[in-house]
């Protein structure tokens, strides 16, 4: 798989501890980045994850597909403490969340950025006070580091040190969409978590986000998991594709043995979703969404 040959890890002492170099060797078992360990959610009677099990290796791209509901974003929520579990267990850069103390999981927050489904911004504030905001909060960057950070994010996602001042208002919806994902960069997360990245974009700036998430994977080597129906995207970016069914991930593995599996819930996916098979790496076949 592609993150098997990537470079050494860049040194992120700044925003954390590195993950040991042991556990990036790729023909030893690596220690995930996130595991998911029998987790059981639910809200009332609407059980949304029962015994659930999923983990996330270091430096991959793993995407969560599944129907509208179905508990995506509350998988994502769980992640970062924002929603408890009601049993089992969720361990992120090695912090058991259940456990982890405010000031701990402050600090694995800071370490992991998540892209919020709409990619809010904070309208009355300039795209560098949005840029910053995670910066000042987390970090004692001066104005001008901070002015040098949200410029070179700027950059990585394709737009330019004059959209610094410019008021979210008046930015198109793709670009308030990569202005969010430059602010979720600033920091230098280790792990992104996107939801739902290209809801809502054009065509061409679909392609683009697709790119930056890999771009970001490659350049500085963060560990990704993006929940998306797009299936283009998930194509393009996924090292590995885990699908939500029946409040657990029963399928986990990349596109190519996604299309091969003969697992009825997988069969019943992909003709829900898709209408000929995976294209050779990189390229997109044409597909219908699913209901
Ligand atoms: N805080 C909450 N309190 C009660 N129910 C919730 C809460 N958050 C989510 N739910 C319910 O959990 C289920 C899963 O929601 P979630 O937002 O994770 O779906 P999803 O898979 O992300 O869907 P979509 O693809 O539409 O974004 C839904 O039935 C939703 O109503
Ligand atoms: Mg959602």
Redesign the pocket.
């Known amino acids: 798989m592609e993150h098997d040959a990537q470079p050494p890890r860049q040194d992120r002492t700044e925003v954390g501890t590195p993950v040991p170099a042991d556990d990036l060797a790729p023909a030893r078992p690596r220690t995930p980045i996130i595991a998911f360990v029998d987790v059981s959610k639910s ?2 009677d ?1 059980t ?1 994850y029962a015994g659930m099990n999923l983990e996330v290796h270091p430096g991959e791209t793993l995407t969560i597909i ?12 769980m992640l970062i403490g924002l ?1 408890p579990v009601d049993s089992g267990r969720i361990t992120v850069l090695g912090t058991d969340i259940g456990t982890a103390d405010d000031e701990v999981l402050r600090e694995v927050r800071r370490r992991v950025a998540y892209v919020f ?1 709409g990619g809010a911004l904070f309208d009355s504030m300039t795209v560098l006070e949005n840029i910053g905001y995670g910066l000042r909060e987390h970090t004692k960057m001066g104005d001008e580091e901070i002015r040098a950070r949200a410029k070179a994010c700027l950059e990585m996602v394709g737009l330019e040190e004059k959209d610094l001042d410019t008021m979210p208002a008046s930015l198109s919806g793709g670009m308030r969409k990569r202005v969010a994902l430059a602010r979720s960069i600033a920091p230098q997360p280790e792990v992104i978590l996107y ?2 990245p290209t809801t809502g974009l054009d065509p061409r700036n679909i392609t683009r986000i697709g790119d930056m998430i890999k771009k970001l994977q490659r350049e500085l080597q963060v560990t990704s998991v993006v ?1 998306t ?1 797009d299936m283009p995207t998930a194509r393009k970016v996924s090292d590995r594709i885990a699908m ?1 069914y029946r409040h657990r991930f029963p399928f986990v593995g990349t596109v190519q043995e996604m299309w091969q599996s003969e697992d009825p819930a997988v069969r019943d996916f992909i003709h829900g979703t898709l209408r000929r098979p995976p294209a050779a790496h990189g390229s997109h076949a044409k597909e219908h969404h699913g209901p």
Do not use: A, R, W, Y
């Open positions: 809200f009332g609407n949304i599944g129907g509208s509901g179905l508990g995506k974003s509350v998988c994502l929520k929603l489904q939801d739902e929940v129906h939500l």
